[in-house]
């Protein structure tokens, strides 16, 4: 089986909210002194990816992004998770193109790479959040689309997903080639690779495409705002200030907690 | 051409995303000069297309047995056919795991744009633009949508409902032929138990986070609370990764966006993507030991104590005030 797992590095967003600044004028964020990551869901993703060739014994991962030169990071990363390949698609246009224009070019890619029975993507990235590359790039490969996977099987040529809905899980069963999009859950907390292995991962081959090597629209894939634009980005300044409930005793504190609570609540 | 549609899956039934969804519609197609249309999906459509049809100019029923239970690929197929014969401006979804998985892939069929998680929508010339937070809830942007259909799923709980009309609007059944696409096929459907009342209806939540220390608290001490206030219960991205309790209850940018009018949160720092998922709750308070914890910058009352001393005297003072 042919595997290949989409990955996006953003900048950490585990960063603290005062730390962290935006551009109003670029509507980009600042990098600052935040550190660049993996986006979760993308390595859930490949930690997905892993499990499954662990159980079926065999199969190949590729991994792919699409990014700044430093991307490269995160894809060395994922080699060292033990991923089998790795390609990056650099971008010299905008840093942040919108959804259709990243779906655009990872298909052409992932045309160029060659036949995948299972294309992987994070459900959402942790800084624009907008949902979509796995679905659009379904669409723009022609392929069905499973959402907020985590957990698949390979039976008898068959692939079976369980997925996350609003009040449970489904199963699916679905005929290759496919592309999921994966959420998180107990099991497929990424693994940490071991330094060494982070070391000898720089060391492995890695693919690397510039946007006029795809066959694509390069210069409107550098716009990367056919589809939409960002049009403001900025801080909402939105404080409340908390009553923090007094007392001498722990027990004069929760009464008027308890007391404040059936305020708000008797009032339901 | 300055339509509004509204695209509704019918299991969920008439709850508050749905009559925030018309609200939206509503307010939106009055600001274009065009009709609010709602297109309904799923068994129980014609119960919800009745209570639609006080609110909408028409309503569609997607009227064919495979449409009955929610199959990704059939379903886009025929919300695909619909929403291209009724050519409107705007499509307007709900934020549910079906709507999302949806909607990016409805735009691109129409010809169209998508943009998700809105809260809010609004017209500014020719074009549409919607604001939604970004940067795990950090920072908030307003995005310019470039292509007609503009689809948006909304955080459609927060949305005021739609004002019901005089006269009603036009239910139609629509017969339909969609071949079912069998390359995904759902072979089976599990509702976890608190699924049955869900999180995002409810009025008040009481949240538990990565300071619980383990499963057991959720069930013995927060648990007794919880049935106390007639609260949900739901927990921080950090309780659920660490299984805890089942990923249904997590709350934040990447789980449920709740909407209740008291948020209780328990041991829960405030990492800037749990506050978004409960930007939208009209009173938050928490426990928690330290007093410098995020969470307490949007709180309007708390308490800096462990919770394990303040719980169990919490549900007895109460229950004591309850009497």
């Known amino acids: 089986m042919n595997i290949l797992v989409c990955l996006k590095q953003i900048l950490d967003p585990e960063i603290p909210a005062r730390d962290f600044r935006v551009d109003p004028a670029r509507r980009e964020a600042e990098r600052g002194s935040a550190n660049l990551v993996t986006n979760i869901f993308c390595e859930n993703a490949l930690e997905t990816a892993l499990q499954l060739r662990e159980r079926t014994g065999s199969a190949k991962i590729t991994v792919l992004s699409y990014g700044q030169p430093s991307a490269e990071d995160s894809l060395r990363k994922a080699l060292a998770m033990k991923a089998d390949a790795a390609a990056l698609i650099v971008n010299d246009g905008n840093a942040n193109p919108d959804p259709l224009t990243t779906a655009r070019v990872l298909a052409a890619a992932i045309r160029k790479l060659g036949t995948f029975d299972l294309i992987m993507v994070g459900r959402e990235a942790g800084d624009w959040g907008a949902g979509q590359t796995g679905g659009l790039l379904a669409e723009e490969l022609g392929l069905p689309c499973?959402?907020?996977?985590?957990?698949?099987?390979?039976?008898?040529?068959?692939?079976?997903?369980?997925?996350?809905?609003?009040?449970?899980?489904?199963?699916?069963?679905?005929?290759p080639p496919i592309v999921a999009t994966v959420t998180n859950d107990e099991h497929n907390l990424p693994r940490i690779p071991k330094v060494r292995d982070v070391m000898m991962s720089y060391r492995q081959p890695l693919t690397k495409w510039t946007l006029d090597d795809l066959g694509i629209e390069a210069n409107e894939a550098r716009a990367g705002n056919t589809y939409y634009q960002v049009a403001e980005l900025f801080i909402p300044q939105k404080e409340t200030r908390c009553e923090f409930v007094t007392g001498d005793t722990l027990d004069q504190k929760v009464e008027s907690f308890a007391k404040r609570i059936v305020e708000v609540t008797s009032a339901l | 051409m300055n339509d509004v549609v509204i695209c509704l899956f019918a299991s969920a039934g008439f709850d508050k995303a749905a009559q925030g969804l018309a609200g939206a519609g509503r307010r939106l197609a009055d600001e274009l000069g065009g009709r609010l249309r709602a297109v309904?999906?799923?068994?129980?459509?014609?119960?919800?297309?009745?209570?639609?049809?006080?609110?909408?100019?028409?309503?569609?029923?997607?009227?064919?047995?495979?449409?009955?239970?929610?199959?990704?690929?059939?379903?886009?197929?025929?919300?695909?056919?619909l929403c291209g014969e009724l050519s409107p401006r705007t499509v307007l979804l709900g934020n549910d795991a079906y709507s999302q998985e949806i909607a990016p892939r409805l735009a691109y069929r129409l010809g169209g744009s998508a943009v998700g998680d809105g809260v809010e929508v609004r017209v500014e010339g020719e074009?549409?633009?919607?604001?939604?937070?970004?940067?795990?809830?950090?920072?908030?942007?307003?995005?310019?949508?470039?292509?007609?259909?503009a689809v948006v799923w909304l955080r459609a709980?927060?949305?005021?409902?739609?004002?019901?009309?005089?006269?009603?609007?036009?239910?139609?059944?629509?017969?339909?032929?969609?071949?079912?696409?069998?390359?995904?096929?759902?072979?089976?459907?599990?509702?976890?138990?608190?699924?049955?009342?869900?999180?995002?209806?409810?009025?008040?939540?009481?949240?538990?986070?990565?300071?619980?220390?383990?499963?057991?608290?959720?069930?013995?001490?927060?648990?007794?609370?919880?049935?106390?206030?007639?609260?949900?219960m739901a927990a921080s991205r950090a309780a659920c990764d660490a299984g805890w309790v089942p990923p249904t209850w997590q709350v934040g940018q990447?789980?449920?966006?709740?909407?209740?009018?008291?948020?209780?949160?328990?041991?829960?720092?405030?990492?800037?993507?749990?506050?978004?998922?409960?930007?939208?709750?009209?009173?938050?308070?928490?426990?928690?030991?330290?007093?410098?914890?995020?969470?307490?910058?949007?709180?309007?009352?708390?308490?800096?104590?462990?919770?394990?001393?303040?719980?169990?005297?919490?549900?007895?003072?109460?229950?004591?005030?309850?009497k």
């Open chain 2, 40 to 81: 309904v999906i799923g068994a129980g459509a014609d119960t919800l297309a009745l209570e639609f049809s006080r609110l909408c100019d028409t309503v569609i029923i997607a009227d064919q047995a495979e449409l009955a239970e929610y199959q990704p690929e059939t379903c886009l197929n025929a919300l695909v056919r």
């Open chain 2, 127 to 149: 074009a549409l633009r919607v604001s939604r937070q970004v940067y795990g809830g950090k920072a908030q942007a307003v995005i310019e949508l470039k292509r007609m259909p």
């Open chain 2, 254 to 322: 990447t789980g449920k966006k709740v909407t209740p009018d008291l948020y209780l949160a328990i041991a829960i720092t405030g990492a800037s993507q749990h506050m978004a998922g409960i930007s939208e709750a009209k009173t938050i308070s928490a426990i928690n030991t330290d007093p410098d914890a995020p969470i307490f910058k949007h709180c309007q009352f708390g308490i800096v104590e462990d919770y394990r001393k303040v719980v169990p005297l919490l549900r007895e003072k109460l229950a004591a005030l309850q």
């Open chain 1, 146 to 175: 499973v959402s907020f996977v985590d957990r698949i099987e390979s039976e008898g040529g068959q692939l079976r997903l369980k997925r996350q809905t609003d009040t449970g899980w489904e199963v699916l069963e679905a005929e």
């Open chain 2, 157 to 232: 709980r927060s949305f005021a409902p739609a004002p019901a009309r005089a006269e009603a609007g036009e239910v139609t059944r629509a017969a339909l032929d969609i071949q079912a696409d069998t390359r995904t096929r759902v072979i089976e459907r599990k509702r976890e138990e608190q699924g049955e009342a869900r999180l995002e209806e409810a009025r008040v939540i009481v949240s538990g986070g990565r300071g619980i220390g383990g499963p057991e608290p959720f069930t013995t001490e927060l648990q007794p609370l919880a049935d106390l206030l007639g609260a949900q």
